[in-house]
């Protein structure tokens, strides 16, 4: 009887914790269980011992070529690394070149079949959150975000965890972002303006003018009239970044639009106070205006808007100007300079305004965000993935030459908001003898660093303080090649020069702008575009400001307004 009570007693304890179990529904599945007789944390970087399936979305061009022979999207030295590592097998649920990548977003949202994990915009994480279809990632956050990552989120001043954050559940993992990166520079091609006499532009008019010789001048010396002055953003490209989406935006005329103190995308304080759209502006007019005339006098890549990639002119040597930000080694000039060892690219925070200031927008911390499909049962398995390729100096150990980091499933950006203006400072300081790798031992935030300076001798010949492209070693490393090119050059303008960033008021959506802001971004895109390209007249603009009035930007506008009293 005693054994019989004490087995009564087991099956009723029993039924108990399952009885509690099925009552505490939880649609997220939670991080991975740890033993309750462990007290060990979780391991951000641990290795699965049996091999567990991701499926994500890529977005990659299906004709690129940067892959070396034998290797392919799905099996490349990032995901073998990441095999190898966690015993992690990454499959896409669809991939989809940078045109294509919103629709089809769009697609998986609007029919409920996400990938296991996919990166986001704001807009995107939003409809996500609403319908319901992504993970609660509180939790696996707090338990597997590296230490790593968590300082650098946490070094925004709570504006990277905000931005993800709703009803007090962390949604998404944010990416963190340099500053540098919302600031477009002018990208030039200096063996051009030297062949021709010329100087870096520092006004419209002479922006205008180099254009003109670098399209009539031949300057690539093959006596036919092929070059381009200006490659335009490609088919799906932006014109401008904007501030949903205000980093990182390539090939889009941001620097042009400034020079015109236009900021078209940014939601600014108005001479009364109070705010207004800056795309709806008379700067904004004059703006359009200048890229009128620019692209009727063939200036401008005439494919400018239908081309599938914009960066294949200056790949193949046939461009001489374009406006990105500082990171273009990492885009199409490792392949311009294998291509041709005397595409001399460099970087200018350039053409400045009618009073000679440069005056970039300022960016907000994080535009890209990794969220998990609420029912995908390993969602820190994303989270481990970032660790992965943010961990120590693990990033740097890639080759690019071999594939672009955009191969790299789920990645997102992590950086100090100051690390290019700090890792240039530092490798001059390298260079010039007055420091050495011991003396950046505590900055360990600045993660990629330590190899910065360890490869820095190696690729950079003498004269240390010329940028000129004769003067550097590419073939001794190329991936080493493609990191220090893109801070020293790309990097130069941002701790020399001098200038004022322009923030937006409002970084995120409105109610209203949830119904209305697709609609009323396409009326402007289209806009914009066909009044650039002659295909309508420049007083397209008054009817364009009425109508996204009247269509809902007035009281969008309101909203601003009221957000920014709360």
Sequence with gaps: MKNKSKMLALLLACFLVLGACSNTTNNTPAAPEKSAESSEPADPFGRYEEPVQISISIEIDPTDNELPPGDTPLDNQYTRQIKEALNVD??????????NLRQRISLAIASNDLPDAMVVNAVELRQ????????DLTEVYEQYASPEIKTIIENTNGAALEAVTFDGKIMAFPGVQANADGIHLLWIRQDWLDKLNLEPPTTMAEL??????FVEDDPDGNGQRDTIGITGPESGGKLYANFLESKNNLYGFDPIFSAHDAFPGYWLEGEDGSPVYGSIL???????????DLYSNGLIDPEMGVR??????????????????WWMAYGPLTNAVKNDPEANWQAYALPLNQNGDFRPHAATPSTEFVVVRKDYEHPEVPMKLLNNLFKNEQENTFDPSKGGPGYYPLRVVYAPSDEIEFTVKALRDVLAGNKTAEDFANDKAYKLLPSDIASIKTIKNEPYDSMDLSTWNPEANWGAWTRAYSMMVGGRPLVDTEFEEVPSLLYEQTP???SRWVNLRKLEDETFLRIIMGAAPLETFDSFVENWKRQ???QITQEVKDALVK
């Design 90 to 99: 990454v499959d896409h649920q669809f991939a989809a070149s940078g045109q």
């Design 128 to 135: 996500l959150v609403e319908a319901g279809q992504i993970a």
């Design 208 to 213: 205008e003018a180099v254009a003109r010789a």
């Design 282 to 292: 008379p700067e904004t007019r004059e703006a359009l205006a200048s890229l009128r």
């Design 308 to 325: 599938n990639k914009a960066d294949e002119p200056i790949i193949a040597g046939k461009s001489g100007m374009f406006f990105a930000p």
């Design 512 to 514: 209203l702008m949830e």
């Design 552 to 554: 809902g930007g007035d």
